[in-house]
């Protein structure tokens, strides 16, 4: 399996993005995820099946329930952050500059 | 060549600092965060609400086909025309905790500006799981643009 690939293909699309953030600070079940989207639980499912598959979440059996878990070990030290998350914002603010010359035109 | 946008995040500090310089007026960065309509342009997201003016609030969501897959919103403090933005920003269905923002704009020159945002967080870990999901705050950023950070981390 081509694991990069897939961690990849995880963070590209906006509801896994969503269930990940929401996995930062706390461990759920897949209904309390899945309680938080309108779209449907399989769908919500299928979704946590990824993200579990290259590792960006844990599955935690407690009792009979399953809680997922965000899976920092994935993530690299800070300092490597600092520039995913600079970019960001430096493309947000191009945008805005772009944004504002165009208004100044008009 | 010296980059525009900075990002400051001391070691065990719970707080971060953004500094951006821009080749516009003040008056105008200022407006880009004052008028829903161009906020929402340069953000790429759907302004709810935006109070701006002292004791005002805010809100926002972005959407992916059909279905909403974030939302913000905070109260301003402060909000002086052309100097500062002081506000909370909270993310919606998320465990993130409230953080506070100050942001200060300055002007450098009649065509150019800095902007400063130091956003304080409730703890250092908070502060490090954010910068850990870029996504966080630019969830809604264009697909191939998310790419490219994604691979970078890689």
């Known amino acids: 399996m081509n694991l990069r690939r897939d961690v990849f293909q995880a963070i590209a699309d906006p509801t896994r993005r969503s269930i990940l953030l929401l996995l930062?600070?706390?461990?759920?079940?897949?209904g309390a995820i899945a309680s938080n989207f309108d779209t449907a639980r399989p769908t919500v499912s299928k979704h946590l099946q990824i993200l579990t598959e290259c590792e960006l979440l844990r599955q935690e059996q407690q009792g009979r329930e399953i809680y997922y878990h965000f899976n920092p070990n994935k993530m690299k030290e800070i300092a490597e952050f600092i520039e995913p998350f600079r970019q960001m914002w430096d493309t947000k603010f191009n945008k805005l500059e772009e944004v504002m010359k165009n208004y100044k035109k008009e | 060549m010296e980059e525009k946008t900075k990002?400051?995040?001391?070691d065990g500090k719970q707080e971060l600092t953004i500094t951006r310089e821009f080749d516009l007026p003040v008056e105008l960065v200022f407006k880009a965060y004052s008028e829903a309509e161009l906020f929402e342009q340069w953000m790429g997201t759907k302004v709810l609400k935006l109070g701006s003016q002292k004791h005002g609030s805010y809100a926002f969501e972005t959407s992916y086909e059909g279905n909403v897959v974030f939302k913000a919103n905070g109260v301003i403090h402060?909000?002086?025309e052309n100097e500062k933005i002081t506000r909370t920003f909270e993310m919606e269905n998320t465990a993130f905790p409230v953080q506070l923002e100050f942001l200060e704009f300055k002007k450098l020159t009649n065509a150019t500006s800095r902007l400063t945002i130091q956003i304080i967080f409730k703890s250092i870990e908070f502060r490090d799981q954010l910068l850990k999901m870029p996504f966080a705050q630019g969830i809604n950023m264009a697909h191939n643009r998310l790419q490219e950070v994604v691979s970078s981390l890689k």
Do not use: D, G, P, Y
């Open chain 1, 24 to 30: 930062t600070t706390q461990s759920m079940t897949a």
């Open chain 2, 7 to 10: 990002i400051h995040a001391e």
């Open chain 2, 78 to 80: 402060e909000f002086v």
